[in-house]
């Protein structure tokens, strides 16, 4: 089951579960560095992902996508900020979502 952001102000888009995902930070000249090895541009999408955290809470958020990194199943950066601890742990921000960027990516694998 699919449960929809309370907050989903962008009707449309695609809803992707990332629960049970291994999560790792990707580093942007690695993925620079991947880009022009194939020669390819790198596609980015808009999507919400959702997970389920510790406490049982279903978290959404809006992000940019792709699926064309090598090692990933998928790479996400943040489309928008959210103020939460979750947020701020899953992208390795600070505190209070401090440091925030939307360069920030996360590669996720099964």
């Not at 992707?16 to 980015?44: C, E, H, P, Q």
């Not at 808009?46 to 199943?73: A, F, K, W």
């Not at 943040?78 to 992208?91: G, S, T």
Request: charged fraction near 25%; proline fraction near 3%.
């Amino acid at each position: 089951m699919v449960m929809k952001c309370s907050n989903d102000v962008k009707s449309g888009l695609e809803y992707i579960n990332i629960d049970g995902y291994k999560i790792k930070r990707v580093y942007a000249a690695l993925n620079f560095f991947m880009s022009m090895f194939r020669r390819k541009k790198i596609i980015w999408r808009p999507v919400y992902i959702q997970y389920i955290n510790g406490s049982g809470i279903t978290m959404c958020y809006l992000v940019n996508i792709t699926e064309d990194h090598p090692s990933y199943r998928y790479v996400i950066k943040p489309e928008k900020m959210y103020k939460n601890i979750e947020f701020a742990m899953l992208f390795g921000f600070g505190f209070g979502s401090k440091g925030y960027t939307t360069k920030r990516m996360i590669g996720l694998s099964e």
